[in-house]
């Protein structure tokens, strides 16, 4: 089945940082790739997605790139602010499965100023 | 203002006594879902839904029952819940994934509700 495995948090950056989390899938058809981050106390927003290989998704600073040839999907930002705190989460839909969403466990982000 | 609400925010309650999250989106969305968010797990899918009158089981189902009469609502009941349930829930919504082609398709983001604490003692 379909599986998305992303880097174990917590990562701890100071201000001003680059960022990346790295984020590889397995799937069966052809996924859509995803990125959401969840603040403090609210749910999961959209960051950005990719829907086909060598796409490259942003928002808000942060990118990632649609790598087919090694299925992965990694999160990078350039220079992170404290308000970038939360929760990241890797997520593929697959063409196969409808719209359902398959999540990677997630990777806390803290950033200190 | 386009959104996923979803109630209670918070609930305590006991073994045995059912109880019902309420989730309503505005956004005339087709394909509605519930997760559980668990530590070290991330978001495991309950129950979906890609329209009226049509449900189906996500990852992780028992224990779980899940309603689609109108468009906009989509109650998840736990019948009986057990402290195993206690987590952190979210609703879900979004347009009905298409494709385009073999190479091109447009699975649409899901939007997600603020989600619902739940603690069954």
């Known amino acids: 089945g379909d599986s998305v495995t992303q880097m174990e948090g917590p990562v701890t950056l100071s201000e001003e940082a680059f960022l990346t989390i790295n984020c590889t899938y397995t799937a069966t058809g052809y996924p859509s790739l995803f990125w959401y981050v969840q603040y403090p106390g609210e749910g999961l927003q959209l960051l950005l997605k990719?829907?086909?290989?060598?796409d490259k998704g942003s928002n808000k600073g942060f990118e990632a790139t649609y790598r087919k040839e090694t299925t992965s999907f990694h999160l990078e930002k350039g220079s992170v602010q404290v308000s970038d705190s939360a929760v990241y989460f890797c997520a593929l839909s697959d063409s196969n499965a409808g719209n359902m969403l398959t999540f990677g466990g997630g990777t806390r982000l803290m950033v200190k100023p | 203002e386009a959104q996923v609400t979803q109630n209670p925010r918070y609930l305590i309650t006991v073994t045995g006594k059912k109880l019902t999250v309420t989730c309503s989106q505005n956004m005339n969305h087709e394909y509605m879902s519930w997760y559980r968010q668990d530590p070290g797990l991330g978001l495991r899918q309950i129950y979906y839904?890609?329209?009226?009158?049509?449900?189906d089981k996500g990852d992780v189902p028992e224990g779980y029952k899940v309603s689609r009469k109108e468009k906009r609502n989509f109650p998840l009941i736990l019948e009986s819940p057990s402290p195993n349930q206690t987590s952190l829930y979210f609703c879900?919504?979004?347009?009905?994934?298409?494709?385009?082609?073999?190479?091109?398709?447009?699975?649409?983001?899901?939007?997600f509700g603020d989600g619902t604490r739940l603690s069954i003692l």
């Open positions: 879900a919504s979004s347009l009905r994934f298409r494709i385009d082609s073999q190479q091109e398709h447009s699975n649409q983001p899901q939007h």
């Open positions: 990719a829907t086909k290989a060598d």
């Open positions: 839904s890609m329209n009226v009158e049509v449900t």
